[in-house]
């Protein structure tokens, strides 16, 4: 039987005036322990690219780390708004609405 593929969600972050993607080991060790293979979305894709490569997946892992852009909520940005990355959002957004219209795990 073959594992379940994890999707899990990754960032980019500036370091040294370069730009870094991936996730915290932590993230992939805890999906390797549990059984499953993780498999990474980063958010350097497309929203479509990252749909392709999330359409064999069995679950989402979303990591944390930027505030959502209180835009996609039709609100206004709060007084104690963190950092926010516009392609990640895009990226996380579709892939919660396509998790949730599979019925996977989130």
Same mark, same amino acid.
């Given at each position: ?8 969600? !990754? ?32 958010? %350097? =894709? ?17 990591? !944390?780390? %930027?505030?959502?852009?209180? =835009? ?20 996380? =957004? ?8 599979? !019925?996977?795990?989130?």
């Amino acid at each position: 039987m073959s594992r379940p593929r994890i999707g899990v969600v !990754g960032v980019t972050r500036e370091r040294n005036s370069q730009l870094f993607t991936g996730v915290n080991v932590a993230y992939v060790r805890a999906v390797l322990v549990a059984g499953g293979l993780p498999i990474l979305l980063l958010p %350097e =894709l497309s929203p479509e690219e990252t749909l392709e490569l999330f359409g064999d997946c069995d679950a989402l892992l979303l990591t !944390g780390g %930027e505030d959502v852009d209180p =835009l996609y909520y039709h609100d206004a940005p709060h007084a104690k708004l963190g950092d926010t990355d516009p392609r990640r959002d895009a990226n996380e =957004l579709a892939l919660i609405a396509d998790a949730r219209a599979r !019925g996977l795990p989130i």
